[in-house]
């Protein structure tokens, strides 16, 4: 069965959908890709947060509430729970530091793909994440280990986005969101009933919007993961895992093209 060529109209049209894909991760970035990552970054980081609290019994986000609990245990003597505080937080500091590794050596090699280097470690670590749950869990060996590497990729992702927004963006530090979301409100809400007095109170109104989509997408990538892990399993991480592979496999692959020598079609 012959199937009927596809038209200009369409070619043009997955044209720009292959283009719009390969922004989002790419090395030049915009406004656009900026806030399409970084809604993408912290829907997975809500989903992966609460599905991990599910699957492992422990929020692997939450480093303030880790460090805290650090602090309390190490007054109380209970240096056990110290150590399972260190094995947390010590991971997502390595994350962090990974994903500046990886990025600054894609920049000094000027990589295309120096922002989708930490995203397909992500995906990677993700599908192990999924497939070895699949396989030996409950094993306590598997949630002693599932811990410390879901921290690492919540460091791994908060670092990247953090590096690509230049600061203006979290995908994992939810209490950074809503300070932040706190803070245009009381500028927007704030009455200058006398302009002669200089100094006008301006809301960042374009930075308020991006900061409750980011919390949005957060709290729905939240219900997504609970919901998920708990009917489908571990192996609900592994759609995650697909969508992170979406957005940096075309840089990937432009700079593997480039590097062979071949041109690519964009």
Not at 14 to 32: D, F, N, P, W, Y
Not at 215 to 235: C, D, E, K, P, V
Request: charged residues 10%.
């Amino acid at each position: 069965m012959n199937l009927p060529p596809s038209s200009p109209k369409h070619r043009v049209i997955a044209a720009r959908t292959l283009r719009s894909v390969k922004a989002i991760a790419a090395s030049e970035r915009t406004g656009a890709a900026d806030t399409l990552l970084g809604m993408a970054l912290t829907f997975i980081a809500g989903a992966i947060n609460a599905g991990g609290f599910l699957a492992v019994g422990q929020y692997t986000s939450h480093m303030s509430g880790i460090v805290s609990s650090m602090a309390d245990n190490l007054a109380l003597g209970s240096v056990a729970i110290v150590a399972m505080g260190l094995a947390a937080f010590i991971p997502f500091v390595s994350g962090a530091a990974c994903s500046a590794i990886l990025i600054n050596w894609g920049r000094r090699h000027r990589l295309g793909s120096r922002y989708a280097l930490p995203l397909m470690l992500e995906a990677i670590l993700l599908c192990i994440f999924g497939g070895l749950g699949w396989m030996v869990h409950p094993s306590p060996g598997f949630v002693a280990a599932a811990v410390p590497l879901l921290c690492f990729v919540m460091g791994l992702q908060n670092a990247t986005v953090t590096k690509i927004s230049g600061a203006r963006m979290r995908t994992t530090h939810v209490t950074g969101i809503v300070t932040d979301i706190g803070i245009e409100l009381g500028k927007l809400l704030y009455w200058n009933r006398n302009p002669h007095l200089g100094n006008i109170v301006l809301a960042d109104r374009g930075k308020l919007r991006l900061l409750i989509l980011l919390l949005s997408s957060f709290f729905i990538g939240g219900i997504t993961g609970a919901i998920g892990f708990n009917y489908f399993g571990f192996l609900f991480a592994l759609p995650f895992a697909l969508l992170l592979l979406l957005l940096a496999g075309p840089p990937l692959a432009d700079d593997v093209f480039d590097h062979a020598g071949h041109p690519h079609r964009s």
